[in-house]
């Protein structure tokens, strides 16, 4: 089935997640303002009270005709829910633009994050009918690679930091509950990372979680693949994710072997280009506390490692949720022509 070019109206599926919060936000500012906006999510959530256009609104289940007429249908939420969704989406023939990861393994879907077209010079179709948006690490990653290539890049190394709002708003109420309880010097409950993570950095969570930092590592890896495209230069790439006890936005550190002839004003000049933010030598540089709502990702000035020639240093933070739901948007507003 086919959808009407002339639809108005976005399916946001997922729409209690953080996330889908976001994405109904930046869709009531953006040219989307008007257009019929439906809400649905798991079944657990169904139900839930909400607000949509100044108006109350009831976030509903999927059902089989929840995308019929949609031109649009954001999936946010879980892997396996946007699993779901997508069967029915598509015979609905609306234009997928999923943050789930549902697709990453999907060859017809395209890989988007803005200036994509512009880092790897391949244009990307209008008419594609399935868009996989990538993550605020996701974008990070796969963009400074992609920049750095044109500086004879041989090796990246990258430590990505984790905020527990990744996992919802059960991570949030835990992080929030432990640093009460510690500072209360009371015992800590663990129901949903399995271990302490307030102010802890760990690598991997407890036993029991069912949150799991090696899989979102290996998505993040998943999205600088499609990026590149090239198993060569993806093989220059180290990435390791580690969970940080804060609440919002994902910071990195990296450092990369650069071939001769960059320097800073360089590689300033270019991750400008790339749509990054620099933050002046002067200021404190970017934090996880000051990307909060910003929809850019943003970088401290490049800095050359002391003991090593064509070695640079890289610091960036972006915000974990309004970077990919302003992305999926400024891709639906592209796809509108």
């Not at 998943?222 to 936005?249: Q, R, T």
Request: aromatic share 8%; hydrophobic share 45%; net charge negative.
């Amino acid at each position: 089935m086919s959808a009407d070019r002339n639809s108005q109206r976005i399916v946001i599926a997922g729409a209690s997640s953080l996330l889908g919060g976001e994405l109904k936000t930046l869709v009531e500012e953006s040219r989307f303002a008007g257009w019929d906006l439906r809400l649905v999510d798991e079944e657990n959530v169904a139900g839930t009270l909400t607000e949509a256009g100044g108006e109350a609104a009831v976030i509903q289940r999927v059902e089989e005709d929840t995308f019929r007429g949609a031109k649009y249908a954001f999936l946010a939420g879980s892997t396996a829910f946007g699993k779901i969704c997508l069967g029915p989406a598509r015979e609905a023939g609306a234009t997928i633009i999923d943050f789930t990861h549902a697709t990453l393994s999907d060859p017809d879907a395209t890989p988007w994050f803005p200036k994509i077209e512009a880092l790897t010079g391949k244009s990307v179709a209008r008419n594609a009918k399935t868009f996989s948006v990538f993550s605020a690490g996701g974008t990070a990653a796969a963009s400074l690679a992609l920049v750095l290539q044109k500086f004879g890049l041989q090796r990246l190394v990258g430590v990505m930091f984790r905020p527990v709002s990744d996992t919802g708003r059960n991570g949030i109420e835990e992080l929030e509950t432990q640093t009460s309880q510690l500072l209360s010097f009371q015992s800590i409950g663990s129901a949903v990372f399995g271990t302490q993570t307030a102010f802890n950095l760990l690598p991997r969570f407890g036993a029991e979680s069912k949150e799991n930092l090696l899989r979102e590592e290996l998505e993040i890896r998943a999205e600088v693949a499609a990026a590149l495209g090239d198993v060569n230069e993806d093989a220059k790439i180290s990435l390791n994710l580690v969970h940080a006890p804060v609440f919002y936005g994902m910071t990195f550190s990296a450092c990369a072997d650069l071939g001769e002839g960059a320097d800073a004003a360089k590689l300033i000049a270019a991750c400008k280009e790339a749509g990054w933010g620099i933050a002046e030598g002067v200021e404190a540089g970017p934090s996880n506390v000051s990307v909060a709502g910003e929809s850019q990702l943003f970088m401290s000035e490049p800095r050359a490692d002391l003991s090593r020639a064509g070695a640079w240093w890289f610091w960036g933070a972006g915000d974990n949720l309004r970077v990919p739901a302003a992305s999926g948007i400024k891709l639906a507003d592209w796809l509108e022509g």
